[in-house]
């Protein structure tokens, strides 16, 4: 039974370094954005009128809020799995 425990554990371990992994890639993404955004020139950008500025805001705003799904879902797959694992040392010590 320990010996299942610490194979969970593993894999566990295993897919939250990958979960982490991408959420470092998309930061990195969103990192980026933000450096471009903060090059713009201040004074009279040409951003394509009124629609060219509301469609990049929009691409800048769906970056942020896939940025914070994912670590949104990440959080929730870490408090799963370790709910599991609690609940299995658990019923380990009732035994």
Same mark, same amino acid.
């Given at each position: 039974?320990?010996?299942?425990?610490?194979?969970?554990?593993?894999?566990?371990?295993?897919?939250?370094?990958?979960?982490?992994?991408?959420?470092?890639?998309?930061?990195?993404? %969103?990192?980026? +954005?933000?450096?471009? @955004?903060?090059?713009?020139?201040? $004074?009279?950008? *040409?951003?394509?009128?009124?629609?060219?500025?509301?469609?990049? %805001?929009?691409? +800048?705003?769906?970056? @942020?809020?896939?940025?914070?799904? $994912?670590?949104? *879902?990440?959080?929730?797959?870490?408090?799963?799995?370790?709910?599991?694992?609690?609940?299995?040392?658990?019923?380990?010590?009732?035994?």
């Amino acid at each position: 039974m320990q010996n299942q425990i610490t194979n969970i554990l593993q894999h566990m371990a295993h897919s939250h370094e990958q979960m982490a992994r991408i959420l470092d890639a998309e930061r990195h993404v %969103a990192v980026r +954005v933000a450096q471009i @955004i903060h090059d713009l020139p201040d $004074a009279e950008p *040409d951003f394509g009128g009124t629609s060219g500025i509301i469609e990049s %805001a929009g691409q +800048v705003n769906k970056n @942020i809020i896939s940025y914070l799904n $994912a670590f949104a *879902d990440l959080q929730e797959a870490i408090a799963e799995q370790v709910g599991r694992v609690i609940k299995e040392l658990n019923g380990q010590e009732e035994e």
